[in-house]
């Protein structure tokens, strides 16, 4: 079994996403992919931030239909801010030692990873999986991953990877570059403008029958 789990705040999600998901679940061959929205995002003001229902509702809308990708509210049936080394647990807990288990997220945020809940732990728990974005510099990683995570991380150009003295890998992908963001996404909603095309149709219009981000 390889499974992808793709956290995020998901407020709204949108087809950076959603491509970046599909791309990652050919290159790597996964069976299934959890997109994994965040109840109280640890990074994120909790009082501005649109209600865990919604966000997980619009993921829902986003990949239905799709044969592989799911979504998963676990984060929602834990009490606290929503932390991936939580989340990670649980997973490695319920699937066992032999599960494949691929931890995906984007270039920016691994860049922060030092503000993250136990972050040198979630590297001696799955396999990471950090996809290009617009915007941040992709020769930071590995500065990162040596010197805030492990200094004997080491890199391995076949296969665009960097090896875990624990025997798992931070895998970079360069996918479809696509300069989508949900920050964007509200600015426009706000401002009255068009999001059309930037995210799947359902979730526009769930957007705009439910005046979200007004
Ligand atoms: P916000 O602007 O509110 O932070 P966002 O567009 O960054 O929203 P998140 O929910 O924060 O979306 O992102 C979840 C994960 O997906 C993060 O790891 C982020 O780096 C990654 N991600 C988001 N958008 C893209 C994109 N366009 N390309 C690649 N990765 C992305
Ligand atoms: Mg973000």
Known sequence: MRLGLFGGTFNPIHYGHLRAA???LESLALD????IPAAQPPHKDSGAITPFATRLEMTRLAVEGHPV???SDIEGQRPGRSYSIETLRQFRAGYGAAAELFFILGLDAILEINTWKDYRQLFTLCHFVVLDRPGSAPDQLATVLQ???HP???YQ????AFWHPSGYQVFFRRITLLEISSTRIRQLAGQGQSIRYLLPETVRRYILINKLYQ
């Open 152 to 154: 004997q991380f080491r």
């Open 22 to 24: 599909e791309e990652i």
């Open 147 to 149: 010197q805030e995570v």
């Open 69 to 71: 990708f799911e979504v």
């Open 157 to 160: 150009a076949s296969q665009e």
């Open 32 to 35: 299934r992919l959890l997109f």
